[in-house]
């Protein structure tokens, strides 16, 4: 299996496999000017969530059952993706896709019934 394996590894995947990809090297940097915004703040001002890089979430408050509600299931939310729970980046409103998907199905049978 040695280099033929790899090579088709590389092939197939387009990088060999065990190695940090792009996505978890930018996370990780992410993650580390998150932690690192905090840090500079003074103890009292730290909040321990907001936005790095202008626009990305971070959320590294303990979680909450109302946290998750809010932003895992909440069908009446207007956005589909919200920040993580605990995390940087995004997660899907899952509530709001269900609600989304239910209100064009209900279209669409509204639309097949007759008049």
């Given amino acids: 299996m040695g280099k033929q394996h790899d090579e088709q590894q590389v092939e197939k ?6 190695g940090p990809g792009l996505f978890q090297l930018v996370m990780v940097g ?4 998150a932690v690192t915004k905090e840090l500079q ?8 969530h907001g936005t790095v890089a202008g626009f ?3 959320e590294f408050r303990v ?8 932003r895992v299931w909440d ?10 729970v605990f995390g940087v980046g995004w997660t899907l409103n ?3 896709i269900v609600a989304l998907v239910r209100h064009k199905v ?4 509204e639309g097949d019934a007759p008049a």
């Fill in 13 to 18: 995947h387009g990088r060999k496999r065990g």
């Fill in 30 to 33: 992410l993650v580390v000017a």
């Fill in 41 to 48: 703040k003074d103890k009292e001002d730290r909040t321990w």
């Fill in 56 to 58: 990305v979430p971070y």
């Fill in 63 to 70: 979680p909450t059952v109302e946290r998750f509600r809010e």
């Fill in 75 to 84: 069908p009446d939310g207007e956005h589909v993706l919200s920040p993580h």
């Fill in 94 to 96: 899952l509530g709001r």
């Fill in 106 to 109: 209900d279209d669409s049978r």
